[in-house]
């Protein structure tokens, strides 16, 4: 993987402005376990593309990796991501039942207004995937 990160490196020195190399440096750092770098990575490609869903993607998954359970800011910024991934492709099966999970897995019950909207989410999410996959056992949880 570090020989790939070094690829990666120079991809983005020889086109700083391809959100795509920006990308595939931040998944060779997050392979790395270089989360910060893989997070800066993500963010440039952002700064590129603000599009760019597999960008969201991944800083979704440094944010759900790096961040203590319970913080409502890192949650909040997570599934913003998230959401954004699902709206550029509603049939990112995926990305849909990943939302969707974590939004049931990681509601706080002791803020009920809270977890019943994400809940009610949740729910939303899945049942909007159903006919993409209605045999998918994470889609039926």
């Known amino acids: 993987m570090a020989e790939a990160k070094a690829e990666y490196e120079a991809a983005v020195r020889a086109d700083p402005n391809d959100p795509g190399a920006h990308v595939l440096l931040g998944n060779a750092l997050f392979e790395l376990e270089d989360y910060d770098g893989a997070g800066r990575a993500f963010e440039d490609a952002l700064r590129r593309n603000p599009k760019a869903s597999e960008a969201h993607r991944g800083l979704a998954t440094v944010i759900a990796r790096t961040s203590r359970p319970g913080d409502k800011e890192a949650f909040g910024r997570f599934l913003a991501h998230l959401e954004t991934v699902v709206s550029q492709n509603p049939k990112d099966r995926n990305a ?35 006919p993409l996959d209605d045999r998918d056992p994470k889609t039926l949880f």
């Open 96 to 130: 849909i039942v990943a939302t969707a999970q974590v939004l049931s897995e990681h509601a706080n019950p002791a803020d009920r207004e809270g977890y019943l909207t994400a809940q009610g989410r949740a729910e939303e999410l899945l049942r909007s995937v159903l």
